[in-house]
């Protein structure tokens, strides 16, 4: 089974609907991170959460919101959906922290999410 | 603040010859570097790092790079291209502690028969 998984994996919607994207881990990591992917711009970090109570803004936030519901689960909400927000989303996680040297993510399959 | 260049968004070679993608970096404290690939239809996954020490760095699948602190650099390398190797290639500085990993914008490798 896969460590981090991420559902729904494709997902069609309309302006204006509010849709959630779930991540699940079983990796018992700390860390968890949401991110787009757009071609041309790489990966861009949404939010990030380095524990169940510990929420942090990325880079592009505006438009998003996030719930880390337990250290498993951190779930991404597009509260009323726009065309540009169509990407393929991707969550990670990380166990940074546990005296490894240098943060190695752990990423999820993808959501690929087309916005009309 | 840290940053990563990743030159060429795309790359072509053909098959058995080098590969090369470039990467160099800024940061403002000793870094970890780290290359993840991308497969067509998937996340992304680890393919080396460089924390300290050797400053050749063995990854899988045959690939190589090399960090040269004094070219900020951290080129990715394997000597014969398989068909296999076509995907996205990330290169990624973590400066370590609080500060958030940085991701390049990827290059794509196609391989060419």
């Known amino acids: 089974d896969a460590d981090v998984t991420q559902t729904p994996r494709n997902r069609i919607t309309k302006t204006g609907k509010r849709i959630m994207l779930e991540c699940s881990q079983t990796?018992?990591?700390?860390?968890m991170y949401w991110y787009r992917q757009d071609p041309g711009l790489g990966l861009r970090l949404i939010y990030y959460s380095f524990d169940v109570k510990d929420i942090n803004k990325g880079e592009i936030s505006d438009g998003y919101s996030v719930s880390r519901q337990a250290q498993a689960k951190f779930s991404l909400s597009l509260e009323s959906a726009i065309p540009n927000q169509t990407a393929l989303y991707f969550c990670?996680?990380?166990?940074f922290g546990s005296g490894e040297r240098g943060e190695t993510q752990y990423f999820g399959p993808g959501t690929r999410l087309l916005v009309l | 603040a840290q940053s990563v260049t990743q030159l060429g968004s795309h790359v072509s070679v053909s098959e058995g010859a080098l590969v090369l993608l470039r990467c160099n970096y800024s940061s403002s404290v000793p870094p970890y570097l780290f290359w993840y690939v991308q497969y067509p239809n998937q996340g992304l996954q680890l393919l080396l790092k460089y924390t300290t020490g050797a400053t050749l760095v063995k990854g899988i699948n045959g690939f190589e790079a090399e960090f040269k602190k004094s070219e900020t650099s951290f080129h990715l390398t394997k000597p014969s291209a398989h068909m296999s190797d076509a995907a996205e290639y990330f290169c990624a500085v973590s400066p370590g502690g609080y500060q958030k990993v940085t991701f390049g914008i990827g290059t794509k490798l196609q391989v060419i028969p």
């Open positions: 990670a996680t990380s166990d």
């Open positions: 990796k018992g990591h700390d860390r």
